[in-house]
């Protein structure tokens, strides 16, 4: 089993839609976590860290669930420019293990 | 501008001739790691560095060595290139202090090596 698991999609939404994204992980020592975005061929930047009370920023809501052990980003009101693969990380002990899940790509189409 | 600079972005070369990766960074930041995206297998860890002149191997070492010099430079050398290291290449930076485990990682811009 992957440390870290998405489902890889694509996920096909029309502009304007909600969207959500799970992201499971199996160490559960794993501390913190983060959602990263990715375009074609291009370096991952960071989205928005997963707080344990959950947190919004926008259009973008991260909500961590330590008993089932999975994250989760929710995207609303998609636009156009949401396109783009999405990477969750998990981070373990001393900060020297960051696993990165293989990404969900989402299509935001009119 | 605080970033993480990789060169070359693109190289081609043959099987065997050694090349290395720049990587530098100019966030005083302790830790920097590199990665290889494939398709359908994500990014998988090559080597890190938790400062200088510490450096420990990730998850797909082999045929690979990095240095850890100076704080700000962390280059990623293949003394014998071969096909099955063409990929898509990142380096990346983060703080490791004591709340590090909420730092995120910063990439460079990636470099695309090929090998024939």
């Known amino acids: 089993r992957k440390e870290v698991e998405q489902d890889p999609g694509p996920f096909n939404v029309p502009e304007g839609a909600t969207v959500a994204f799970n992201c499971t992980y199996s160490n559960s020592a794993s501390q913190s976590f983060f959602w990263y975005r990715q375009d074609c061929r291009k370096e991952p930047k960071l989205l928005m860290s997963v707080y344990s009370s959950g947190n919004e920023d926008g259009r973008f809501t991260a909500q961590l669930n330590r008993a089932s052990q999975y994250i989760s980003l929710l995207i609303r009101d998609s636009k156009l420019s949401d396109s783009a693969t999405y990477l969750c990380v998990a981070v373990t002990g001393t900060a020297s293990k960051l696993t990165f899940g293989t990404g969900t790509r989402l299509q935001v189409t009119l | 501008e605080a970033q993480v600079t990789q060169n070359p972005r693109y190289l081609i070369t043959v099987t065997g001739k050694k090349l290395t990766v720049t990587c530098s960074q100019n966030m005083n930041h302790e830790y920097m790691s590199w990665y290889r995206q494939d398709p359908g297998l994500g990014l998988r860890q090559i080597y890190y560095?938790?400062?200088?002149?510490?450096?420990d191997k990730g998850d797909v070492p082999e045929g690979y060595k990095v240095s850890r010099k100076e704080k700000r430079n962390f280059p990623l050398i293949l003394e014998s290139p071969s096909p099955n290291q063409t990929s898509l290449y990142f380096c990346a930076s983060r703080s490791a202090g004591t709340s590090s485990y909420n730092s995120p990682l910063h990439f460079g811009n990636g470099t695309r090596l090929t090998v024939t």
């Open positions: 560095s938790m400062n200088v002149e510490v450096t």
